[in-house]
């Protein structure tokens, strides 16, 4: 091995350790999510494209078929490197290998798309070939760590097994030219296994992830999620300013859709998760797996703006209850997804469930509106007046809340144990 500390020769990958200080996100982590950039992209768009011709059931299921595909390599990538990053030639070029599924991944998600609208045999193999070669290439990562961590080489072998084995049944998958229904029998299994996976393979010694490390990469790919938002809020006022020039609709729906990416920003790193992670290690299956719908919601929610610029621009098939529904539904996933995760991490807090009780009345209510004639841009500012009310009571009483119980559990933590 080279004493040149700015050569990447190979190096041991014995694990990182979980309180090394100054822990971030490395440039490498950062390239890898550009390339989710693409796939929430992809998936936004077709998802959008779906709902707007009134294809509402393929495109849902097109929709949390490629999410729950890219979210979840991208969550077992992140814990992994969190807890076994090298930054040597051989962690990079694996790394590669993985970019290059997420890129065959987002190729293959239109094809997924476009057959399940023709309603016949389902075109999942190229998504699902990329979806492969990124966790084949996890299982590389996981028996090389095995080799190279004595302390956990079980924990790795488990990894390396289960995810290996559970490749099989998507190669399956990828051979087998199925319907929709014998499609959807065959993956929703194979979605369960992945998900238990890390589980069992944790049951007996732990990982060294790092949690303000986790938490970053966490808060990194909401980011690149709420882009989407931004793209979608562009189209919008595009579409409106083609037909109709300037006017105060146009600057209602700008102002509404930037708002809107910028309030979910907010209510999102409202949340202490580093610290919260920290302090409640053992819940880190709920912070992570929790963390799925709220990246879904965001990436939907950023697809549902191009839904309404695709209304407004007279495409598609569908009413204003429907196009402001798109953007709704998926910002009440959202607030209760982190709603949730708040109470779990740190405390349940009544004043903080009701007001997310009262961001879905809100949200049913702008639907309402739009269903009763109410123009598109006053349901959007109906939506983001909702969050604002929202951002306002959580800052003054979630934020206090929050703090105190996190100070408790500091105290319980540094408290000494009895023998």
């Given at each position: 091995m080279s004493s040149n500390p700015l050569r990447h020769a190979m190096a041991r990958m014995g694990g990182r350790d979980p309180h090394e200080a100054h822990r971030a996100a490395t440039p490498l982590e950062l390239?890898?999510?550009l390339t989710f950039v693409i796939a929430f992209g992809v998936a936004g768009s077709q998802f959008a494209h779906e709902i707007a011709e009134a294809h509402f059931a393929a495109g849902l299921l097109g929709f949390g078929f490629a999410m729950f595909a890219v979210i979840w390599a991208w969550i077992n990538?992140?814990?992994?490197?969190?807890a076994y990053d090298t930054d040597d030639w051989i962690f990079r070029v694996v790394t590669m290998v993985q970019l290059l599924g997420v890129l065959i991944l987002a190729m293959g998600i239109e094809p997924l798309f476009r057959s399940l609208v023709e309603g016949k045999n389902v075109d999942n193999a190229v998504i699902v070939g990329g979806y492969v070669i990124m966790?084949?290439?996890l299982?590389?990562?996981?028996?090389?760590?095995?080799?190279q961590d004595p302390a956990r080489r079980q924990t790795c072998l488990r990894y390396a097994k289960y995810l290996g084995l559970v490749q099989l049944g998507w190669i399956a998958v990828l051979v087998i030219q199925a319907d929709v229904l014998t499609t959807m029998l065959m993956t929703v299994p194979l979605f369960i296994l992945e998900?238990?996976?890390p589980y069992f393979a944790e049951r007996n010694a732990t990982t060294p992830w790092h949690a303000h490390h986790i938490a970053e990469r966490y808060g990194l790919l909401a980011i690149i999620a709420l882009g989407e938002c931004l793209i979608g809020a562009i189209e919008t006022l595009r579409a409106i300013v083609a037909l109709h020039g300037w006017s105060l609709d146009a600057g209602l729906v700008g102002f509404g859709g930037t708002a809107l990416a910028f309030g979910m920003w907010w209510m999102y790193f409202i949340l202490p998760a580093g610290r919260a992670l920290h302090l409640r290690r053992h819940r880190?299956?709920?912070?992570?797996?929790?963390h799925m719908p709220v990246f879904a919601a965001i990436a939907a929610t950023g697809a549902g703006l191009h839904v309404v610029a695709y209304y407004i621009d007279h495409v598609g098939n569908i009413s204003a209850a429907v196009a402001v529904a798109s953007v709704a539904v998926p910002v009440a996933i959202f607030k209760v997804s982190?709603?949730?995760?708040?109470?779990?991490?740190?405390?349940?807090?009544?004043?903080?469930?009701?007001?997310?009780?009262?961001?879905?009345?809100?949200?049913?209510?702008?639907i309402g509106m739009a269903a009763a004639g109410v123009p598109v841009p006053a349901c959007l500012l109906v939506i983001v007046f909702a969050l604002g009310v929202s951002i306002v009571i959580d800052e003054r009483r979630a934020a206090e809340r929050m703090h105190t119980a996190l100070e408790q559990l500091e105290k319980k933590a540094q408290a000494p144990h009895p023998a």
């Open positions: 390239f890898f999510d990538f992140t814990w992994f490197a969190s966790r084949l290439a299982v590389f990562q996981w028996i090389r760590a095995s080799r998900m238990a996976a880190s299956y709920f912070f992570g797996y929790g982190l709603t949730w995760l708040l109470s779990v991490m740190i405390c349940v807090d009544r004043i903080v469930v009701a007001v997310a009780a009262g961001v879905i009345a809100a949200m049913a209510g702008s």
